[in-house]
């Protein structure tokens, strides 16, 4: 069974940083599809960021590019979001997502089969 668990999620003031989390179970991060999609209120879901390829591979959202960071810890089988240089905008509740297939070029995180149950990141100016 694939589980999928986030943290890290905390109200900031614009220009912080943020890391979140995602511990994973039932699957290996490193040989599927990971990544990171967020939700604001009465906003449609937005992926972030994924990588695929054992992490040799990776796509980032024009709106994060340069700012977040994707990586994994594979002793851990844990997930991580480097968030820098916060924005207004940021804020959202941002979700862990995975999927079995090991390519996920063309396959955004919002359709990847298993999600966490999200942790909220608020970024204040």
């Known amino acids: 069974q694939v589980q999928l668990v986030e943290s890290g999620g905390a109200s900031v003031q614009a220009g912080g940083s943020l890391r979140l989390s995602c511990a994973a179970s039932?699957?290996?991060?490193?040989?599927?599809?990971m990544g990171w999609f967020r939700q604001a209120p009465g906003k449609e879901r937005e992926g972030v960021a994924r990588y695929w390829g054992g992490g040799a591979s990776s796509w980032y959202a024009d709106s994060v590019k340069g700012r977040f960071t994707i990586s994994q810890d594979i002793a851990n089988n844990t997930v991580y979001l480097q968030m820098n240089t916060l924005k207004p905008d940021d804020t959202a509740m941002y979700f862990c997502?995975?999927?079995?297939?090991?390519?996920?070029?063309?396959?955004?995180?919002?359709?990847?089969?298993?999600r966490g149950q999200g942790t909220q990141v608020t970024v204040s100016s």
């Open positions: 997502a995975a999927d079995w297939r090991p390519d996920c070029a063309f396959r955004d995180a919002t359709d990847f089969p298993y």
């Open positions: 039932g699957l290996p991060i490193n040989r599927n599809c």
